[in-house]
């Protein structure tokens, strides 16, 4: 059974930087493509980046603007996502994705002075 547990959210001032990770288990971790996912209040989910099961190429949304790395530990089974230069338009819960069908609960982000 996919299980994803996601930690490091908080609340940051803008500028400010956090590091997301997500554990998992029940899986073949590293043969699995896995995705950051964020939630805003009113909006639909949407991808925020992803990484191939090796990790040898990642995608990102047009709004990331060079602010975030994912990255993953296959030995460790878990995936992070650095974030830099936060905005208050970051805020949300991020959690993330197995082979774009599996989500953990998620972790809150809140960017706010």
């Known amino acids: 059974q996919v299980q994803l547990v996601e930690s490091g959210g908080g609340v940051v001032q803008p500028g400010g930087s956090l590091r997301l990770s997500c554990a998992a288990s029940?899986?073949?971790?590293?043969?699995?493509?896995m995705s950051w996912y964020r939630q805003q209040p009113g909006k639909e989910r949407e991808l925020v980046a992803a990484?191939?099961?090796?990790?040898?190429?990642?995608k990102y949304a047009d709004f990331v603007e060079g602010r975030f790395t994912i990255s993953r530990d296959n030995a460790g089974n878990t995936l992070y996502l650095q974030m830099n230069s936060l905005r208050p338009q970051d805020t949300g819960v991020y959690s993330c994705?197995?082979?774009?069908?599996?989500w953990g609960p998620g972790t809150q982000v809140t960017v706010s002075s």
């Open positions: 994705c197995a082979n774009f069908d599996h």
């Open positions: 029940g899986f073949a971790f590293s043969t699995y493509i």
């Open positions: 990484i191939t099961s090796s990790g040898s190429s990642t």
